[in-house]
């Protein structure tokens, strides 16, 4: 268990450097990455919020998240908690935003993991919130 939560801190290390060269090794080929559709993320990059492949995962965390979360990102981690080959995440990150605004968000993610690898990452976070601060001062595009 111990190892699985390492393995996990370090990709989020990895998914902090921007770097796909660094980012791809921790995922299966096949890995899934959903979060709740609709998402303002998703909403505002035009991405999809259900994540399939390495090279999907790899590309929106080394590209496209800082096109929207574009300075002072930081994440405030609550804790890791791991059970076999689940790891569960409890974080807040903020951010200044494309246009401006700020950004604060609670997120709880569940990673698991299969032969020391990611395979799967279920992402929840506060949609309304994360819709008031990407989207404040005009409606957003699912209102």
């Not at 990059?45 to 790899?58: F, Q």
């Amino acid at each position: 268990m111990t190892e699985n939560r390492d393995r996990v801190k370090a990709a989020w290390r990895a998914f902090a450097s921007h770097d796909a060269a660094e980012i791809a090794p921790f995922f299966t080929s096949d890995a899934e990455w959903l979060a709740p559709a609709g998402n303002a993320t998703a909403v505002a990059l035009a991405a999809p919020s259900h994540m399939v492949g390495r090279d999907a995962i790899t590309h929106f965390l080394a590209h496209d998240f800082g096109r929207l979360f574009v300075r002072d990102v930081a994440v405030d981690f609550r804790g890791f908690y791991a059970d076999g080959n689940r790891v569960i995440v409890e974080e807040t990150m903020s951010a200044t935003l494309a246009n401006g605004n700020s950004y604060t968000n609670d997120y709880c993610f569940v990673f698991e993991l299969r032969d020391g690898l990611i395979h799967r990452v279920r992402e929840y976070m506060d949609t309304a919130r994360g819709h008031r601060d990407v989207f404040a001062g005009r409606a957003s595009p699912t209102t």
